[in-house]
C-alpha cells in the first residue's frame, strides 16, 4: 500500500526558507509513470496546490508562487521535496504531499491520491 | 485559473439524510471533476475521480455527477463518518484549483 509522509521544521521565520520532504513507501518514485505533488490549508481556510514534479524532473507550478517556489526529487531515497523561499505569515499552513496521477504526455484527467498527513509549519519570529 | 464555486459553504444534516453539495466551475472541464474528504488531523481521502468514478474503498452510498460546469457530490444517506469537510478540484488545466469547501456538521 502506498504510503507518503512528510516531514520537516515546523517553525519558519518570516523572510527565511520553508523546506519539507516527503518520503514514499510501498512504491517507487522512479518507476512510477505518475508527477508527486504539494498541496497546503492555510488555518481556516481551503485548499491550494503548490506544483508537482516527475521522477524525469519535469515539474508545474501554481504561477503566483513559482518564483518562490522549487520542488526536486530523489529517487535514491524515494523523496521528494518542497523548498519555499522567502516565507511570510501568510504561508502558515498544514502542508500536504500526495500522488499527482497526472502523466508526461498530458495535462488532463488527474487526481491527488493518496495524501499524507499533513505537516503544520508556522511562519513566525 | 479555473475557478470553482462550491455550494453551500456548509450545512447541517442527521444521520440518514440525503445530501447534496454543488460544485460549478469558470469554464467548462469536462468530466476532469474530483471530490475529496477532509477530517481534522487526518490524510485527506480521494473519494470520486473523473466527475463519476467511486474511488475503491470509498463508500458506495457516494455518488458524483456533472459534467462541463455543473457537478454534485451526494451522499445518500449520512453517516457518522461523513461528518467532514468536501472539496471539489478540477484536474482540466494547470494550475490545478479547488473548491472553497463545504462543511458537514451535525444537526
Known amino acids: 500500500q502506498l504510503q507518503l509522509q512528510e516531514s520537516g521544521p515546523g517553525l519558519v521565520k518570516p523572510s527565511e526558507t520553508l523546506s519539507l520532504t516527503c518520503t514514499v513507501s510501498?512504491?517507487?518514485?522512479?518507476?512510477?509513470?505518475?508527477?508527486w505533488g504539494w498541496v497546503r490549508q492555510p488555518p481556516g481556510k481551503g485548499l491550494e496546490w503548490i506544483g508537482s514534479?516527475?521522477?524525469?524532473?519535469?515539474?508545474y507550478y501554481k504561477p503566483s508562487l513559482k518564483s518562490r517556489v522549487s520542488i526536486s526529487v530523489d529517487t535514491s531515497k524515494n523523496q521528494f521535496s518542497l523548498t519555499l523561499r522567502s516565507v511570510t505569515a501568510a504561508d502558515t499552513a498544514v502542508y500536504y504531499c500526495?500522488?499527482?496521477?497526472?502523466?508526461?504526455?498530458?495535462?488532463?484527467?488527474?487526481?491527488?491520491?493518496?495524501w499524507g498527513q499533513g505537516a503544520l509549519v508556522t511562519v513566525s519570529s | 485559473d479555473i475557478q470553482m464555486t462550491q455550494s453551500p459553504s456548509s450545512l447541517s444534516a442527521s444521520v440518514g439524510d440525503r445530501v447534496t453539495i454543488t460544485c460549478r466551475a469558470s469554464q467548462s472541464i469536462g468530466t476532469n471533476l474530483n471530490w475529496y474528504r477532509l477530517k481534522p488531523g487526518k490524510a485527506p481521502e480521494l473519494l470520486i475521480y473523473a466527475a463519476s468514478n467511486l474511488q475503491t474503498g470509498a463508500p458506495s452510498r457516494l455518488s458524483g455527477t456533472g459534467s462541463g460546469t455543473d457537478f454534485t457530490l451526494t451522499i445518500s444517506s449520512l453517516q457518522l463518518e461523513d461528518f467532514a469537510t468536501y472539496y471539489c478540484q478540477q484536474s482540466h488545466s494547470p494550475p490545478r484549483t479547488f473548491g472553497q469547501g463545504t462543511r458537514v456538521e451535525i444537526k
Open positions: 500526495a500522488r499527482d496521477t497526472r502523466v508526461l504526455a498530458a495535462t488532463w484527467g488527474a487526481w491527488f491520491d493518496p
Open positions: 510501498g512504491g517507487s518514485i522512479s518507476s512510477s509513470p505518475f508527477y
Open positions: 514534479i516527475h521522477h524525469s524532473g519535469s515539474t
